[in-house]
Every structure is written in C-alpha cells, then in structure tokens.
C-alpha cells in the first residue's frame, strides 16, 4: 500500500528533523520549503498524509489547507504551529486538519500521529472496497456538509467508529441522527453485522418492551408465537436506540440492566439470554435537564453519555445548504421522470436564509415538493409557497398621523436597506463561490467592512468567526 507524505515548513531544521524521524519508517517522505511549491507538488503526485506548517512566507499554512481540502478532500493533514499559535491551529482542525503537533515535538509524537492517520485511511480503504451497498451508502464520507460543525461531526465518527464505545447523538429532529449512527456502524469493525434501529417515540411502553427483549408464545394478548427481540438481532451488531428520552422509568431501569450486563429476559420467560451488541442512541430531549426533573435516571444517563456527539441544526450551517439542496433535487428530479437541475438566485436565497426548524429533513421535503411543481428546469421562487407563508410580512396597519406615517415611512426604509444590503452580500458570495476574500475584493470593500455586514445579517461561512483581524480566506 503507498504511504506518502510531503512536509511543508520554511525551516530547513524543521524538514531535517521530520525526515529523519520519518525516514527508517515503511513511508515515502519528501519535503519542500513552500507552500506553493507543495500545492505544485500534491497536483502531480498522490500523497496520503500533508505535514503543514502554519506560518510560512508567500502563501500561509491555512490557505494550503483550504485550497487541498478544496480540491484533494482525501488527504490527511497534520499541522505543525508554534506554541502561540495553537488557536490558530484549532482553527485549521475545524477547516479539516486532522490533528496538528505543537512545536517543539519528540519524534514519538510525530510517529504517532502520522500512525493514526494511516490506520483511520486503512479503514476508509476497508469501507470504500466493500461490496456492500449499504457501506457505501453509509460511510460518513457522503453525509452532506463541509462547514466547521460538520468537520467537527465527521472527526468525531472516524474516533469512534473502530471502537465499542456506547455513543449518544444528541440534537434536533430532523438533523439526520440515525445517517451518523448508521455511518459510525458501516465505519466499524461490525460493518458486516447486523444494524438494528428502534424508535421509541413510536411504540407504547409494552410494545417497546417486546421489541427490545422480544417474548414468548403466551406471554399476553396476541403473543401466539415466539419472538425475537431487538437486543437478540443485534448480536455482534449495532443496536440504535432513537428518541430515547422518551422511554418509560421502569422501562429505562430495565434497558440499564442490559446495558450493564449485557443479558436479558425474554417477555414472559424465565430464561436469561446473552447478546455482544454495540449501542448508540439518540435523542432530540435535554437529558441532563430531565435528571434534575427526575424523569431520566441518572445511572442510565451516564451509562450512555460515553461519547456524546451533538448534532448540528441546519440554521447553525447555512452553508451546507446548497448543496444539500442540488443532492435532494438530483434525486428527485429523477424520481419523477423530470430533469430540472437550477435553483433561480431568489430561490437559493430563500432556502440559505430560511431557519428550517425541521432541518435537513423538512429541506428534503421541500425539495421533493418544488420538483412535483417545477414546470421547467429550474426551481423558482413561487415554488416555494410554504417558505414564503412562513416570513414576517410588514405592518399594514395605516397611520393616523403624521407622526406615524414618518416613523412607518422610516421603518420600511430601514428593512428595505437590511434586504438590499443581505442580498448584496449573499450574491458576492455567491459569485465567488463563498470566498469571502474574493468576495470583498469583487465589491471593491474592505474585508473588515465585508465581514462585518455579514456578521450583521447572520451569514456564517465555512472558516470564518467574522473577525476581522483574522487572517487568510474563507
């Protein structure tokens, strides 16, 4: 298997150094002085791992971070920073760095880190050679999104996912939980096992119960046979346990039992059954809040709050949603035998600026509903009615006064101008494929003055905290 690494660092002593360490290793190492040079380089060879250097002359470590996850998402980079720089440095994991060291550092750590970034691609390997349609629908690869909450989900799935940790995803409905659980399964060493999922929300106490443990034949009511239960079909699988929150106290007393000692009873049997599952659940609630309230035991919560991942809405990563919305019209469009393939630029500005309580979710729904509708190739603005109802309308109530027609007057001023100016910065970005350097250069703005429009408007792109003394591009 090649095993390639370039290091890029404008110290001569920094390049010896990692050469060294790295060279009596089963790798191939080369190394340039900078950043352009190893953009050059990374567009002619196939390198595995990048060993970048923040602070270099001409182009800054940053920058070749963006433009190779840009173009060469497949490439661990591991960045190297002075002791000062390290929130620099947790910037460029949020960008999608996969770990960085800081300077100085003794050649176990280098080893180490470059070890780990081999082993996790050995396992994207195991996942992308698999014939498993499931696995390739499921690697975490294709869950949609590249903004910093999103690179800071996938990190966290490709920590986890070898392991038999318990994990707890937390978030919203309609955030896409149960595609990260099925994503952690199809990414672990239980790939070719079973993934069960259960919904508690949509089951009663008793009919929960069964499900889980399963029964047996006389165990009540209409149990005319044998059962297995969800624990027992998950054996050397992955059990997901959606909406958890929502689960009963005795029901919940019982589940920590399983979870405990991994054995159960059937319902109504006297036999106890043994199962090897892995366990991730999900819920929408806050469970901490529900201790203290006393309808979520607390034994139970920090049974399963192991390895919590907090699952990001969709208003908290706008930017992800363009193209969340040409995936859904992609599918769509070929459901129903149609082939429209644009979104107009009012309706994208409605869609990136619309809050969608039900996340991704209802953004699908509304894709799918706009396709139905489309009478062409492209999708308006008036193909979207049900996002349209949901905006603030004006105040229509007429003014008795003077006084009043002058503030009205006033008031409409001012939201035409916060329109005016929204848009104005929404179709630079768009222009310039959200580069928010570009962008300020295209409207002849200073960055500080282009960021703080969009801090004003609430427009958040990837790599940007809207601070204007903040260098490289976003």
Not at 208 to 233: P, W
Request: net charge negative; charged share 30%.
């Amino acid at each position: 298997m090649s095993r390639k690494i370039l290091i890029v660092d404008d110290e001569e002593i920094v390049l010896k150094s990692c050469l060294r360490i790295l060279g009596d290793g089963d790798y191939e190492v080369e190394a340039v002085q900078d950043g352009l040079e190893a953009l050059r380089k990374i567009e002619e060879t196939d390198y595995d791992i990048l060993i970048l250097d923040i602070m270099m002359p001409k182009i800054d470590g940053l920058e070749v971070l963006q433009r190779v996850k840009e173009m060469h998402p497949d490439i661990d980079i591991i960045m190297i920073t002075g002791l000062s720089q390290i929130k620099t440095a947790v910037r460029a994991m949020k960008l999608g760095a996969f770990d960085y060291l800081p300077k100085p550092f003794d050649p176990d750590e280098l080893k180490l880190v470059v070890e780990r970034a081999f082993e996790r691609r050995q396992l994207q390997r195991q996942n992308l050679d698999t014939k498993s349609a499931a696995s390739i629908k499921y690697r975490f690869e294709n869950i949609i999104g590249s903004s910093p909450p999103m690179q800071s989900v996938y990190r966290l799935i490709a920590n986890c996912a070898p392991t038999n940790s318990t994990i707890l995803l937390v978030g919203e409905s309609g955030t896409g939980k149960e595609l990260i659980a099925r994503a952690i399964h199809f990414n672990s060493l239980r790939k070719d096992k079973p993934f069960v999922a259960i919904d508690c929300n949509a089951l009663s106490e008793n009919l929960l119960e069964s499900e889980m443990f399963g029964h047996i034949k006389g165990a009540f009511t209409g149990a005319t046979s044998n059962k297995k239960g969800m624990f027992e079909m998950a054996d050397n699988g992955t059990l997901f346990l959606d909406e958890i929150g929502n689960i009963s106290l005795s029901t919940q007393a019982k589940l920590l039992r399983v979870i405990q000692e991994r054995e159960f009873k059937a319902v109504g049997d006297t036999h106890t059954k043994s199962a090897n599952f892995r366990l991730i659940v999900a819920t929408n609630k806050d469970l901490k809040a529900m201790v203290a309230a006393g309808t979520f035991r607390e034994d139970l919560f920090y049974r399963i709050n192991i390895f919590p991942i907090q699952v990001p809405p969709l208003r908290e990563r706008r930017e992800d949603i363009p193209a969340l919305a040409f995936h859904f019209l992609n599918i769509f469009s070929k459901d129903v035998g149609k082939k429209v393939t644009e979104f107009s630029e009012g309706a994208m500005s409605l869609l990136v600026n619309y809050d969608w309580p039900g996340n991704v979710r209802e953004l699908e729904n509304t894709v799918q509903r706009s396709v139905i509708l489309a009478t062409d190739n492209v999708i308006r603005e008036a193909h979207l009615m049900n996002i349209i109802e949901t905006l603030p309308h004006a105040d229509l109530d007429v003014p008795r006064t003077g006084d009043e027609l002058k503030r009205i007057k006033k008031t409409a001023r001012e939201k035409s101008v916060e329109n005016i100016e929204k848009q104005f910065v929404l179709e630079a970005l768009k222009r310039n494929a959200w580069n928010v350097t570009k962008s300020a250069e295209d409207t002849a703005m200073q960055r500080a003055n282009f960021q703080a429009l969009m801090k004003k408007h609430s427009i958040r792109i990837r790599g940007t905290e809207h601070d204007p003394g903040e260098s490289g591009n976003s």
